[in-house]
């Protein structure tokens, strides 16, 4: 569940159906992404399964399975090739997640608050938003040994904030403003504190989601109140 619907909001599956031409690309290129999900990422999975049943003792060095296999069993050309790609896909993945929320941060959320913004002062902002939310990374990652620590806490946080305003805004036509910015200040500072501050048996994720779901109805009420 974090995985899955937290990816949505992000720039996984969100931006990318939002920059199709028109509703049947985006249909169509989603169940086309979805299928190759499960046929060439699984490839990976099933190498690795492979791994641990004929090669038990590459356990013993931790998250580095794969890695090692190729070191260990494939010639030098395949290694080259192996960590070349694994390289491209890292530089990607981390340049696609620095500037996606830095160009979010300067122009949806500073841009608005400014007077007579132009484009030199918000390219401005946009690069000083790249340094901020690279400095963010850079501690989440030397915080955070475990790289699925790191993907696990990075879909909890947009699943909690963001998962529900984006679905209201999309099939409830009734949400107003209030509610949407209601359900990602509770959904967060609940994830926050039980999840960081006072971890209990229930995921944290799970009441961040609650708390979420009612800051929209609460939020929702209140507007809906105060215009009559």
């Known amino acids: 569940m974090t995985i899955g619907l937290g990816s949505i ?10 920059a199709a031409k028109n509703v049947k690309i ?7 992404a979805g299928i190759m999900y499960l046929t060439i990422a699984m490839l990976p999975l099933i190498i690795s399964l492979m791994a641990v049943q004929l090669y038990p003792s590459l ?32 530089l990607s993945t981390t340049s696609g997640a620095i500037l996606a929320p830095a160009s ?24 000083l938003s790249v ?22 806490e ?33 959904g967060l500072a609940v994830w926050i504190y039980f999840h960081f501050f006072e971890p209990i048996e229930i995921p944290a994720v799970c009441l961040g989601l609650l708390a979420g779901g009612l800051g929209l109805l609460v939020g929702n009420f209140i507007a809906s109140n105060s215009k009559k």
């Open 26 to 32: 985006a249909s169509r290129a989603s169940i086309y």
């Open 59 to 90: 356990l013993q060095s931790g998250s580095l399975l794969i890695p090692n296999l190729v070191m260990q069993f494939t010639p030098y050309a395949m290694q080259v090739l192996f960590l070349g790609a694994l390289l491209s896909a890292l």
């Open 131 to 152: 340094i901020l939310v690279t400095t963010a990374c850079v501690f989440l990652a030397t915080a955070r040994q475990n790289i699925f620590e790191l993907v696990g």
């Open 104 to 127: 979010v941060l300067g122009e949806n959320i500073i841009k608005p608050l400014l007077k007579n913004p132009n484009d030199q002062k918000v390219l401005r902002i946009i690069r």
């Open 9 to 18: 909001p992000g720039q996984d599956i969100f931006q990318r159906v939002m």
């Open 154 to 186: 990075a879909s909890a946080f947009s699943l909690v904030s963001l998962f529900i305003p984006l679905n209201a805004g999309l099939f409830w036509k009734k949400s107003k403003p209030l509610g949407s910015h209601l359900s990602m200040t509770m």
